[in-house]
T-cell receptor, first 113, second 107 residues
Framework: DAGVIQSPRHEVTEMGQEVTLRCKPI?????LFWYRQTMMRGLELLIYFNNNVPIDDSGMPEDRFSAKMPNASFSTLKIQPSEPRDSAVYFCASKAGGTREQYFGPGTRLTVT | GIQVEQSPPDLILQEGANSTLRCNFS?????LQWFHQNPWGQLINLFY???GTKQNGRLSATTVATERYSLLYISSSQTTDSGVYFCATGTASKLTFGTGTRLQVTL
């Protein structure tokens, strides 16, 4: 069974550009999480969805960040406009209902110049 | 929010040595997970262990929830064990990660 799939794996963009990160959770999982990892702040939860509905977005740093989950097999995290301080590795994770283990994708390394 | 502290922050071992990593957390919650981030950045689940002891090959973990700590044991370490080990705790859906223990296993 495929794990969590993220694309792109690497993204380099210029300040001010829009960036869209994509995630496909494990089939059958009903919770999806977006995390950001930086040297300064470690791994932080940005937002999570349950049954495609955003439950807690308190970790989203600014209005420049938005996330959607139009269906059970796809989610996006968008940054518009991007800034150099957004440079980080962004992870998507998913979890099956009634369980607690989260399974992480390979991450997207974002560099904003 | 929950505070999660890990120790030691860095660890260098010679291949074949054993080690113990510690995770302290500030609140008692029924959720404790250990992850290994390999040198390529992939986060891999090791254990879901809210209490008690589990073993998987050369790795084992123990959580004493009432005393708010968890331990990860690595026996007969191998170079492939290198990377960063994270513990995370929280509610079913909101995990707080520790700052990790960076392990380097040398030949």
């Amino acid at each position: 069974d495929a794990g969590v799939i993220q694309s792109p794996r690497h993204e380099v963009t210029e300040m001010g550009q829009e960036v869209t990160l994509r995630c496909k959770p494990i089939s059958g999982h009903n919770s999806l999480f977006w995390y950001r990892q930086t040297m300064m702040r470690g791994l932080e939860l940005l937002i999570y969805f349950n049954n495609n509905v955003p439950i807690d977005d308190s970790g989203m740093p600014e209005d420049r960040f938005s996330a959607k989950m139009p269906n059970a097999s796809f989610s996006t995290l968008k940054i518009q406009p991007s800034e150099p301080r957004d440079s980080a590795v962004y992870f998507c994770a998913s979890k099956a209902g009634g369980t607690r283990e989260q399974y992480f994708g390979p991450g997207t390394r974002l560099t904003v110049t | 929010g929950i505070q999660v502290e890990q120790s030691p922050p860095d660890l260098i071992l010679q291949e074949g040595a054993n080690s113990t990593l510690r995770c302290n957390f500030s609140d008692s919650v029924n959720n404790l997970q250990w992850f290994h981030q390999n040198p390529w950045g992939q986060l891999i689940n090791l254990f879901y262990i809210p209490s008690g002891t589990k073993q998987n090959g050369r790795l084992s973990a123990t959580t004493v929830a009432t005393e708010r700590y968890s331990l990860l044991y690595i026996s007969s370490s191998q170079t492939t064990d290198s990377g960063v080990y994270f513990c995370a705790t929280g509610t079913a859906s909101k995990l707080t990660f520790g700052t990790g223990t960076r392990l380097q296993v040398t030949l």
